[in-house]
């Protein structure tokens, strides 16, 4: 039986999940079309994972639809199942039990013959697949895991933090290996935490916060829309820049070590704040242009509102 | 079920207990251990034999006779008690559960009797006993066997009827064939029950049951991984534990196709159970606890290190609602006293608790919720 699938990769409709009387999940829907890399991003406890396991079968949703590859995930498992791959949150396997061994019981366990050796070639694993499991470094296990999340030759590949706990060196790997398989127009399901994270692999990102979702968009598309400020860094000012600015029509902050931090709007803005400087002889140690990033969408979007307002406003 | 995928379950599950010495340790020599210290133990004759306190206010050659044959059957220690005590009191000081007093006039009656003037008049031998002793009985029926053929030896009549004692027992045995057994059924409860529960608190805790969830693998192929892989750790450790028994003790049981069907019931029952008791053990400390609380009582009160016979009437009666107990009386009807009907009621048994064990676990939570 071959099926190709057209339509979207996975299509969540009105979803909720609730644990007792807390709810995880809060009625979000949201489409991933088939070969983009989306990415789920939300602090902790915003309920990234939740979400991706009822994607994945492995939560019953307590109300809403989720249909993955236009299967009904509740009534579809088994079949659902062989079609994805999916890297859970802290991946583990067995500790006593080798790289090369590890991938080969997956791939027994889904019945395919898969490329143990190309699979190693792909996560940059080949010189290890003697070492057992315990013996492994964070950032091999989660090569390891993402290795075995690609056994079946899965058409979506669920990736839950992949990078979470791993120094920065050991995150640039996983990342090479992510955008490998970005290359090859994999339709990949990523949640994180970091905004590089989903900067650099995204095509969509759906920020989540406190069980809803609070944005989804294009990386640059969600910059453009909600970091409407560019700014300008000028470090090591004399005192008096800040007056002279103010004068300007600007609001300058100041930063550490005598520095300011000024919001514009324009590349035109910046030039003018510095011919300003410069006309004055003010000592000016060094500059920066920042453009607007996600982090600031993230940090604006899934700010706590101040709990107060309710009660101020029940007076 | 897919053979396909209980094959790879099996390849890591024997290669993770391979490459975990302590596992194959628990598994496998503690029982042998275990057979090899009880064995050393309660192998010595002496251990076989009762204390019994005698107090002969004859002090006659009649009565020397008896003391002779008592202590000649093997059965008894005599011990003497002095003459001038009162034998009650003396039994309650000393916490005797058992004293034989032979009367001052013990040899003019025996005299009288052989003589014909009082014939079928019996010799009054006292006993003074404590009835709340459960092992007094036992002991009570054997001195009656052997005062009455030393009487009647002493006598110089030939018995009218001889008691000839009949083991029911198809050859004399000793403790050690009645422990091997126990042994084994305690070998393979403990191995299905920690394992299981150990593995699967170990997975569950490493997030590795989750992985699992989201591939092919359903629970069916999972409990049947188990039971293979305990199948053929049990078969290993029985094996291990018969060559041992019969090499150092010269242990010789009955093998023969009942103990290959009482390993498979006993392995499907007891993984059966490690499945209904997961949810209490979802972390690894909390999973030996677990175990340790089913295996500790029903360790002691299956009659694995002694038959349970010897336990109070209200503790019989509970050990006979445990699935060790029936495993237990299989294997030594099996083994020991080769009596077909009593293997196939005990085998009965636990494949009727095996099912209910197995239908109750299929009503349990689901297996991708539940990790
Ligand atoms: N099994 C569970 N039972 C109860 N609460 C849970 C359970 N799993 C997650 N939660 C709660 O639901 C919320 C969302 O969790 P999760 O989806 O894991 O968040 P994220 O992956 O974004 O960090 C958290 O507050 C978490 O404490
Ligand atoms: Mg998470």
């Known amino acids: ?315 | 079920m897919t053979p396909r995928i209980i094959h790879a379950n099996l390849g890591v599950r024997l290669r993770s207990f391979y490459r975990e010495r302590s596992a194959m340790f628990f598994t496998f020599a503690f029982p042998v251990i275990l057979v090899l210290v009880f064995g050393t133990i309660f192998t010595k004759p002496e251990h076989l034999n009762f204390d019994l306190p005698v107090q002969d206010n004859s002090g006659s050659a009649a009565s020397a006779r008896l003391l002779e044959a008592l202590a000649a059957g093997a059965a008894f220690r005599v011990v003497v008690v002095p003459v001038a005590v009162d034998a009650t009191q003396y039994a309650k000081d000393h916490k005797l559960n058992l004293l034989l007093v032979i009367p001052k006039d013990f040899e003019a009656l025996q005299k009288q009797r052989v003589a014909g003037a009082q014939a079928g008049v019996p010799v009054p031998i006292r006993y003074v006993y404590d009835p709340s002793s459960t092992a007094v009985e036992t002991k009570i029926q054997l001195l009656d066997g052997v005062v009455a053929a030393a009487n009647q030896t002493a006598a110089g009549t030939p018995p009218a009827l001889t008691l000839v004692a009949a083991s029911i027992l198809s050859k004399r045995y000793r403790f050690i064939d009645f422990f091997v057994p126990g042994i084994i059924a305690m070998a393979i409860m403990t191995s299905c029950l920690s394992n299981a529960l150990n593995m699967n608190a170990e997975l569950r805790q490493k997030g590795i049951l989750r992985k699992l969830a989201t591939t092919p693998i359903t629970r069916a192929d999972w409990l049947a991984s188990s039971i293979v892989y305990q199948l053929i750790l049990s078969v290993i450790s029985t094996v291990a534990i018969l060559l041992v028994s019969y090499f150092v003790f010269d242990v010789r049981l009955h093998i023969g196709f009942w103990l290959p069907l009482i390993i498979v019931v006993e392995v499907i029952a007891f993984v059966g159970i490690g499945m209904l008791l997961t949810p209490f053990a979802k972390e690894a400390e909390s999973a030996s606890a677990v175990a340790n609380a089913f295996l500790f009582p029903m360790m002691f009160l299956s009659g694995t290190f002694f038959p349970v016979e010897m336990m109070p009437a209200f503790l019989q009666a509970f050990a006979k609602l445990l699935p060790l107990y029936y495993v237990n009386e299989a294997l030594r009807s099996a083994m020991i006293f080769v009596d077909d009907a009593a293997t196939l009621r005990a085998v009965a048994v636990i494949a009727a608790f095996a099912a209910v064990v197995f239908v109750a676990g299929t009503f349990k939570t689901r297996w991708d919720e539940s990790t």
């Open chain 1, 1 to 315: 039986m071959i099926m190709t699938s057209t339509g979207p990769a996975i299509v969540v409709d009105r979803l909720r999940k609730r644990y007792g009387a807390f709810t995880a999940v809060d009625d979000i829907s949201f489409t991933v079309e088939q070969g983009e890399v989306f990415a789920f991003l939300g602090p902790n406890g915003a309920g990234k994972s939740t979400t991706a396991e009822v994607i994945e079968t492995i939560r019953a949703p307590t109300s809403g639809t989720v249909t993955v590859l236009g299967m009904d995930v509740g009534k579809r498992k088994a079949q659902v199942v062989r079609r994805i791959g999916v890297l859970p949150q802290n991946f583990s396997s067995f500790d006593r039990i080798t790289v090369r061994e590890s991938l080969q019981y997956y791939a027994r366990v889904f019945g395919c013959d898969a490329d143990i050796d190309a699979l190693m070639d792909l996560t940059n694993l080949r010189d290890r697949s003697a070492a057992r499991f315990n013996t492994l470094s964070g950032g091999l296990k989660q090569r390891l895991g993402i290795a075995v999340a690609l056994v079946n030759d899965p058409e979506i590949l669920f990736l839950d933090e992949p990078t979470t706990g791993l120094d920065p060196q050991a995150r640039r790997q996983v990342w090479d290996v992510l955008k490998g398989l970005k290359d090859r127009g994999k339709t990949v399901f990523l949640t994180t935490h970091y905004m590089e994270e989903a900067e650099l692999l995204a095509d969509t990102v759906a920020i989540i916060s406190r069980g809803r979702i609070v944005a989804i968009d294009s990386p640059v598309r969600l910059t453009e829309a909600h970091a409407d400020q560019m700014r300008l860094t000028l470090k090591s000012i004399d005192a008096a820049a800040a007056d002279l600015l103010r004068n300007l029509g600007f609001a300058p902050v100041p930063v550490g070590e005598g520095g300011l931090c000024v919001p514009v709007e324009t590349p035109d803005d910046v030039r003018r704040i510095l011919d300003e400087i410069a006309a004055s002889g003010l000592a000016l140690g060094g500059v920066d242009v920042r453009k607007p990033n996600l982090e600031e969408v993230f940090l604006k979007l899934t700010a706590a509102k101040p709990a107060t307002d309710v009660g101020d406003h029940a007076r």
